[in-house]
């Protein structure tokens, strides 16, 4: 395979500054050719710059480029897991029962929140994701940030990673950094490839089929096509509920094993095309036009209803029971019991239904009055229609589109000759369309269907920019770069109302049946609607080379929203060439991020554990009155200051730079604690108008309510040599990471803190051999993780300091032909198990109290080893 590599010099010509920076021109990482040597080519990078694109080492902040050849050297296909491996500050979980979190998996770059790291695709803001991951694991509890998953590897030439605060370059999401996805741009060639995997276990069965291909778009133009379509099946890492075992003892019929399934979802039909065109139509200018369609369906489970103790379904919880008859109630001589949730059918009331009563911890099947209304067809209760109990099944339709239009070149009359302009717009849209299958809406007692569809989230925004930037000398090094832009920027979040059934609540809502659809109830018709927010901006950014050996840049950005109001952000660089091989770098700037317009408006009811039960809890809007009274108030822009120090050392083929960084995040957006309702409470939120509040057992809502100091080191070393009769390159890359919550109060609570501080692994590191001969290319990464807290179902009581770990991952290349290689490699190759469930090392919680078998904060995932087969025609 062969890929075209662009000048510099045009690359460096047609750079300008946009307000996402441009990242159309950065040079391919490495040139190939079946079967012959590869030489190092110096990398080029756009982003974190206005001025002409710098190589890596120029650059006064730290950037990395992963080139799309070393992209596709991975067993998976979601871009997340391939960014993993070639990114260790970024952290990727799988998140099993997870609501939403499980159809858009957030990401974490340097310890921070998914939405705290902007995306651009080819320099350009990427749209965030409709979805919002209410069950985000701690440090994405509330995070809503664009779908990266919906990138293939195949469209891509690189991918430049800016590990610097940089709001004040490119505006709000950027607190932790920037990545840059940049798009082929070849006019000819291409590949088609099919690649079948499956993990160790002998599930996760993936089949993916993916092709390029560049196209002349006229003679001064290029058109580049990209597909994926990839189907997975899902995997388990379950054992039996050691309650869905006792009911099969007892002889009830129909229990599932297991019951509860911990893995990773189905992923069926998930198509994505991308296109980026180009057209030359003068010698200084240009259009440029780049989109995507992708669409997939994911499925996955819920957690299992029990069939005695799921309140507002078969049994609620009663207080305790004078069972002493003492007259007096004492935690110490009574017992706590539940009530058989029974509904008598007739319409008089004298169906002969009796009350059943029983202790918790007592089997319901062997109570007095159970066989009587089992037989009784005038009573009715779900043991009847669903004796082994239940587990919901959750999915999604997740649709994503985008289209940027632009033009761009040099002014080449007037005051502003030789300046550089960039003008576009873009349009983004993500849809996910929610799905129950296997629930109930317990309020229809037996007239309730077991599919429902919830509703939908629409995340619309629209993006338009003008860029200009210009030399100027003053008799320094080399010429002063000024550039300056405006943007304007809408943003509207959408709710779909879902089906009556899925929401309504039933005859049997006054008996204590639970209303809408169970585990994921329908959005309401009141809670449905748009929400929109417009901002713009001004930036100015100047780059001064003081002498040949000392650079500063200076960058300075005011937005205006029509909600919260104004901010001002700044950022100062510097670069300083010490000796030929030894520089220094460094950065101070401000920052922030804004509240999502979702964030703000979104209400919702969720079914999770509360300690070890599982319950209903309302996430309401901010401003709510019944979140005002828990303290909660209108969402204010999270505020950061950040600053970097490192240095670059590059001799031969030796190439080093290590940074440290530390960003203080004041007012952190996030979802505050489940909090339980009192009487007086409900009281309230039925005064409001809220319907159903009987079913609520907690509430949630966002809030600025904690801030942090993230601190850290990267460092990154390639060495390259002729070894083994071939080439070889070795490429360590090392993070440790420390998030400190600073200041937090009850509505964030204690166990947030400790996910936020610890569940991400301090300590993460990877080496990588590739090997490179005549006919075969090849190579062996090492994985580090650093100890981690391990946490099972967002629970306290089950949360452990688990081990360092280590993984290998393998590749082997064979060129069969000039046009045909074959590939065979595997992703933990050594099948390294995640941390187990293990109640000694907890508190006394049985380890499979939910089914589990692994602590699912697992830095590598809980599925093992993954092997891979892959066949790739070049032309």
Same mark, same amino acid.
């Given at each position: 395979?062969?890929?075209?590599?662009?000048?510099?010099?045009?690359?460096?010509?047609?750079? @300008?500054?946009?307000?996402?920076?441009?990242?159309?021109?950065?040079?391919?990482?490495?040139?190939?050719?079946?079967?012959?040597?590869?030489?190092?080519?110096?990398?080029?990078?756009?982003?974190?710059?206005?001025?002409?694109?710098?190589?890596?080492?120029?650059?006064?902040?730290?950037?990395?480029?992963?080139?799309?050849?070393?992209?596709?050297?991975?067993?998976?296909?979601?871009?997340? &897991?391939?960014?993993?491996?070639?990114?260790?500050?970024?952290?990727?979980?799988?998140?099993?029962?997870?609501?939403?979190?499980?159809?858009?998996?957030? *990401?974490?770059?340097? +310890?921070?929140?998914?939405?705290?790291?902007?995306?651009?695709?080819?320099?350009?803001?990427?749209?965030?994701?409709?979805?919002?991951?209410?069950?985000?694991?701690?440090?994405?509890?509330?995070?809503?940030?664009?779908?990266?998953?919906? @990138?293939?590897?195949?469209?891509?030439?690189?991918?430049?990673?800016?590990?610097?605060?940089?709001?004040?370059?490119? =505006?709000?999401?950027?607190?932790?950094?920037?990545?840059?996805?940049?798009?082929?741009?070849?006019?000819?060639? +291409?590949?088609?490839?099919?690649?079948?995997?499956?993990?160790?276990?002998?599930?996760?069965?993936?089949?993916?089929?993916?092709?390029?291909?560049?196209?002349?778009?006229?003679?001064?133009?290029?058109?580049?096509?990209?597909?994926?379509?990839?189907?997975?099946?899902?995997?388990?890492?379950?054992?039996?509920?050691?309650? *869905?075992?006792?009911?099969?003892?007892?002889?009830?019929?129909?229990?599932?094993?297991?019951?509860?399934?911990?893995?990773?979802?189905?992923?069926?039909?998930?198509?994505?095309?991308?296109?980026?065109?180009?057209?030359?139509?003068?010698?200084?200018?240009?259009?440029? !036009?780049?989109?995507?369609?992708?669409?997939?369906?994911?499925?996955? =489970?819920?957690?299992? $209803?029990?069939?005695?103790?799921?309140?507002?379904?078969?049994?609620?919880?009663?207080?305790?029971?004078?069972?002493?008859?003492?007259?007096?109630?004492?935690?110490?001589?009574?017992?706590?019991?539940?009530?058989?949730?029974?509904?008598?059918?007739?319409?008089? =009331?004298? +169906?002969?239904?009796?009350?059943?009563?029983?202790?918790?911890?007592?089997?319901?099947?062997?109570?007095? +009055?159970?066989?009587?209304?089992?037989?009784?067809?005038?009573?009715?209760?779900?043991?009847?229609?669903?004796?082994?109990?239940?587990?919901?099944?959750?999915?999604?339709?997740?649709?994503?589109?985008?289209?940027?239009?632009?033009?761009?070149?040099?002014?080449?009359?007037? /005051?502003?000759?030789?300046?550089?302009?960039?003008?576009?717009?873009?349009?983004?849209?993500?849809?996910?369309?929610?799905?129950?299958?296997?629930?109930?809406?317990?309020?229809?007692?037996?007239?309730?269907?077991? #599919?429902?569809?919830?509703?939908?989230?629409?995340?619309?925004?629209?993006?338009?920019?003008?860029?200009?930037?210009?030399?100027?000398?003053?008799?320094?090094?080399?010429?002063?770069?000024?550039?300056?832009?405006?943007?304007?920027? &809408?943003?509207?979040?959408?709710?779909?109302?879902?089906?009556?059934?899925?929401?309504?609540?039933?005859?049997?809502?006054?008996?204590?049946?639970?209303?809408?659809?169970?585990?994921?109830?329908?959005?309401?018709?009141?809670?449905?609607?748009?929400?929109?927010?417009?901002?713009?901006?001004?930036?100015?950014?100047?780059?001064?080379?003081?002498?040949?050996?000392?650079?500063?840049?200076?960058?300075? $950005?005011?937005?205006?929203?029509?909600?919260?109001?104004?901010?001002?952000?700044?950022?100062?660089?510097?670069? /300083?060439?010490?000796?030929?091989?030894?520089?220094?770098?460094?950065?101070?700037?401000?920052?922030?991020?804004?509240?999502?317009?979702?964030?703000?408006?979104?209400?919702?009811?969720?079914?999770?554990?509360?300690?070890?039960?599982?319950?209903?809890?309302?996430?309401?809007?901010?401003?709510?009155?019944?979140?005002? @009274?828990?303290?909660?108030?209108?969402?204010?822009?999270?505020?950061?200051?950040?600053?970097?120090?490192?240095?670059?050392?590059?001799?031969?083929?030796?190439?080093?730079?290590?940074?440290?960084?530390?960003?203080?995040?004041?007012? $952190?957006?996030?979802?505050?604690?489940?909090?339980?309702?009192?009487?007086?409470?409900?009281?309230?939120?039925?005064?409001?108008?809220?319907?159903?509040?009987?079913? @609520? *057992?907690?509430?949630?809502?966002?809030?600025?309510?904690?801030?942090?100091?993230?601190?850290?080191?990267?460092?990154?070393?390639?060495?390259? !040599?002729?070894?083994?009769?071939?080439?070889?390159? /070795?490429?360590?890359?090392?993070?440790?990471? &420390?998030?400190?919550?600073?200041?937090?109060?009850?509505?964030?609570?204690?166990?947030?803190?400790?996910?936020?501080?610890?569940?991400?692994?301090?300590?993460? *590191?990877?080496?990588?051999?590739?090997?490179?001969? #005549?006919?075969?290319?090849?190579?062996?990464?090492?994985?580090?993780?650093?100890?981690?807290?391990?946490?099972?179902?967002?629970?306290?009581?089950?949360?452990?300091?688990?081990?360092?770990?280590?993984?290998?991952?393998?590749?082997?290349?064979?060129?069969?032909?000039?046009?045909?290689?074959?590939?065979?490699?595997?992703?933990?190759?050594?099948?390294?198990?995640?941390?187990?469930?293990?109640?000694?090392?907890?508190?006394?919680?049985?380890?499979?109290?939910?089914?589990?078998?692994?602590?699912?904060?697992?830095?590598?995932?809980?599925?093992?080893?993954?092997?891979?087969?892959?066949?790739?025609?070049?032309?």
């Amino acid at each position: 395979m062969k890929l075209q590599l662009n000048a510099i010099s045009r690359a460096i010509t047609y750079a @300008i500054a946009s307000t996402a920076s441009v990242g159309l021109f950065s040079t391919t990482v490495m040139a190939e050719e079946s079967g012959a040597k590869k030489e190092k080519i110096e990398k080029i990078a756009v982003v974190g710059s206005r001025a002409a694109p710098r190589s890596v080492g120029d650059s006064p902040v730290p950037v990395d480029i992963i080139g799309g050849e070393e992209l596709s050297k991975a067993g998976g296909d979601d871009m997340l &897991e391939l960014l993993k491996g070639s990114v260790p500050s970024l952290n990727v979980h799988q998140n099993p029962i997870s609501d939403a979190a499980s159809l858009v998996r957030p *990401a974490n770059l340097r +310890g921070l929140p998914a939405d705290s790291t902007l995306i651009l695709l080819n320099g350009k803001r990427r749209h965030r994701s409709s979805v919002i991951a209410f069950l985000g694991g701690g440090i994405n509890d509330g995070a809503q940030g664009p779908d990266i998953s919906v @990138i293939p590897s195949i469209a891509l030439k690189q991918v430049e990673v800016l590990r610097d605060g940089a709001a004040a370059q490119y =505006g709000s999401d950027a607190i932790a950094g920037v990545i840059n996805f940049v798009l082929k741009d070849a006019s000819e060639g +291409g590949s088609f490839s099919v690649k079948q995997g499956q993990f160790f276990e002998g599930d996760g069965d993936t089949t993916t089929f993916e092709g390029n291909v560049g196209l002349p778009f006229s003679d001064d133009g290029f058109a580049n096509l990209s597909f994926q379509y990839k189907n997975a099946d899902p995997t388990s890492r379950s054992v039996q509920r050691p309650d *869905a075992q006792k009911f099969t003892e007892l002889g009830i019929e129909g229990v599932r094993n297991p019951a509860q399934v911990w893995g990773a979802p189905e992923i069926k039909d998930d198509i994505t095309l991308f296109g980026n065109v180009g057209l030359d139509l003068s010698n200084s200018s240009q259009f440029y !036009m780049f989109g995507n369609y992708s669409e997939r369906d994911v499925e996955g =489970g819920f957690y299992y $209803r029990n069939p005695e103790t799921r309140p507002g379904v078969y049994a609620n919880p009663l207080k305790l029971v004078d069972t002493n008859n003492d007259g007096v109630i004492n935690d110490k001589d009574d017992d706590s019991h539940r009530q058989w949730l029974v509904a008598d059918l007739t319409s008089d =009331g004298t +169906g002969g239904c009796p009350e059943v009563i029983f202790p918790i911890g007592e089997h319901l099947v062997n109570q007095p +009055g159970y066989q009587d209304v089992m037989n009784n067809q005038n009573c009715f209760a779900f043991n009847k229609m669903l004796p082994a109990g239940f587990t919901p099944t959750f999915g999604g339709n997740i649709t994503d589109t985008s289209l940027t239009i632009g033009t761009k070149g040099e002014i080449e009359d007037g /005051f502003m000759k030789g300046a550089y302009y960039d003008l576009s717009g873009s349009v983004g849209r993500n849809e996910s369309r929610y799905f129950m299958t296997n629930t109930i809406n317990a309020s229809l007692g037996p007239d309730t269907p077991m #599919e429902f569809s919830p509703g939908k989230y629409i995340q619309l925004e629209k993006n338009f920019n003008a860029d200009i930037s210009k030399g100027y000398d003053f008799d320094l090094a080399y010429d002063v770069n000024v550039a300056a832009g405006l943007e304007w920027h &809408e943003e509207t979040f959408e709710v779909i109302a879902g089906d009556e059934a899925s929401f309504i609540a039933g005859p049997l809502t006054s008996l204590g049946f639970g209303i809408g659809s169970n585990g994921f109830p329908g959005f309401k018709p009141s809670a449905a609607g748009e929400f929109t927010r417009r901002n713009y901006a001004a930036y100015v950014d100047v780059e001064t080379p003081f002498t040949e050996e000392f650079l500063m840049g200076w960058a300075l $950005r005011f937005e205006d929203y029509d909600s919260f109001g104004s901010t001002t952000n700044y950022k100062v660089t510097a670069q /300083f060439q010490a000796t030929d091989d030894l520089s220094f770098r460094g950065s101070v700037s401000t920052g922030f991020r804004a509240p999502t317009v979702g964030q703000a408006n979104v209400s919702n009811v969720q079914t999770n554990l509360s300690s070890g039960v599982l319950v209903d809890s309302a996430l309401l809007p901010p401003t709510n009155p019944v979140s005002q @009274i828990l303290g909660g108030s209108e969402l204010q822009p999270e505020e950061s200051d950040s600053y970097t120090f490192g240095a670059v050392y590059q001799s031969g083929d030796l190439f080093m730079t290590i940074d440290y960084y530390n960003i203080q995040v004041e007012d $952190r957006i996030s979802q505050s604690d489940k909090i339980d309702l009192t009487a007086a409470q409900k009281a309230a939120l039925k005064a409001d108008g809220v319907p159903n509040v009987d079913s @609520i *057992a907690q509430v949630s809502f966002f809030t600025n309510d904690f801030d942090t100091t993230t601190q850290g080191v990267d460092v990154v070393a390639n060495y390259s !040599m002729d070894m083994l009769g071939g080439y070889s390159t /070795f490429a360590f890359a090392y993070n440790w990471n &420390e998030t400190e919550v600073d200041k937090f109060s009850a509505i964030t609570g204690d166990f947030k803190v400790k996910r936020l501080e610890k569940d991400l692994p301090q300590h993460r *590191a990877t080496l990588t051999w590739t090997q490179q001969w #005549e006919d075969f290319t090849g190579f062996v990464r090492y994985n580090y993780f650093g100890e981690y807290q391990g946490v099972h179902v967002d629970y306290d009581a089950t949360a452990i300091m688990a081990d360092p770990s280590v993984t290998f991952d393998a590749e082997l290349t064979y060129f069969a032909t000039e046009n045909i290689s074959l590939t065979l490699g595997a992703n933990n190759i050594f099948d390294q198990e995640a941390e187990k469930l293990d109640f000694q090392k907890g508190t006394g919680i049985p380890n499979n109290n939910w089914g589990g078998k692994y602590y699912e904060t697992s830095p590598y995932g809980i599925n093992g080893g993954f092997y891979y087969v892959k066949a790739t025609y070049t032309f």
